[in-house]
């Protein structure tokens, strides 16, 4: 079904207002009101979420990339936004202010986000893991991962920071030790990353045989990592490393996605100048 939206009242292809029901897209339930003759009525959506809605209800299903398993938008919530329903918990102090796309996980070096163990998000073969990161961050500090720094058996994979560099790493599948890693120096970056935090957006992806590195779209380099990526029931953490208890993220993030196959450059790219419209 085609929607649009015209002075915050929804509408069909004809320019009139739908009949009475529900549509579930990406997660989201949209309630439609009643129609009396041809008369268009207003959309019933929480006030806050009003923009997410259009955004997401304009929007045609079929262009959503393929392969996503997993959507965190970080918009008041920390719900999965995919078909996959792997909803968050909050623990310690969190909170939301302004983002790249609406709002965003604001962390304090405390907070973080654990999301429990599903299979949807136990990829051995190939995987995309895509977020925007604001940081002055030093420190030894993950922003997203599957990687329980204690036992390296459970080491699946992890973007993190360490000194001056932002790590994409991930461990070989059937090993208990043994990893790769691309390091990205962003110290002098545009200026200076760290002086002068700005959005970035950082891309991780394993097709099989090589782990690859993008910031803001852009290649920055691979390595090449045999036999899969190791397995693990370990929970996804955002903010945080060792099942939330040790290197805390202090900074923002926002849109975390990730995908059950390697995304390509060129679908990076345009993802990414997909938020600069």
Not at 54 to 81: C, H, M, R, S
Not at 160 to 181: C, K, P
Not at 223 to 249: C, M, Q, W
Request: proline letters at 2%; charged letters at 20%; one cysteine or more.
């Amino acid at each position: 079904m085609y929607m649009s939206f015209e002075n915050n009242l929804c509408k069909d292809a004809d320019g009139l207002a739908p009949v009475v029901g529900t549509i579930l897209m990406v997660g989201i339930v949209v309630v439609l009101a009643a129609v009396i003759g041809t008369q268009a009525l207003s959309v019933d959506t929480p006030d806050d979420h009003y923009e997410r809605f259009k955004e997401i209800t304009e929007q045609n299903v079929e262009d959503l990339p393929d392969g996503l398993v997993g959507w965190w938008t970080f918009d008041d919530t920390i719900n999965d936004a995919s078909q996959n329903s792997n909803h968050g918990v909050m623990n310690g102090d969190i909170s939301y202010i302004d983002g790249v796309s609406g709002k965003c996980l604001d962390l304090d070096g405390n907070g973080y986000v654990e999301i429990p163990y599903d299979s949807t998000l136990d990829m051995t073969d190939a995987i995309t893991v895509s977020v925007w990161l604001k940081t002055s961050e030093t420190s030894f500090a993950y922003a997203t991962d599957k990687w329980w720094y204690s036992g390296s058996a459970d080491r699946a994979w992890s973007l993190n920071f360490q000194g001056n560099n932002l790590v994409w790493r991930a461990s070989y599948n059937g090993q208990d030790s043994g990893s790769e890693e691309i390091k990205y120096d962003y110290s002098d970056y545009n200026g200076g990353w760290l002086t002068s935090p700005e959005w970035k957006y950082v891309t991780g992806t394993y097709d099989g045989n090589n782990l690859s590195l993008y910031v803001d779209g852009e290649f920055i380099g691979e390595k090449t990592l045999s036999d899969g990526i190791i397995s693990t029931s370990r929970p996804l953490f955002v903010g945080a490393g060792n099942d939330g208890e040790d290197f805390h993220y202090d900074g923002q993030i926002d849109d975390l996605q990730i995908y059950n196959r390697a995304l390509s450059e060129s679908e990076i790219s345009a993802i990414y100048n997909s938020y600069l419209k």
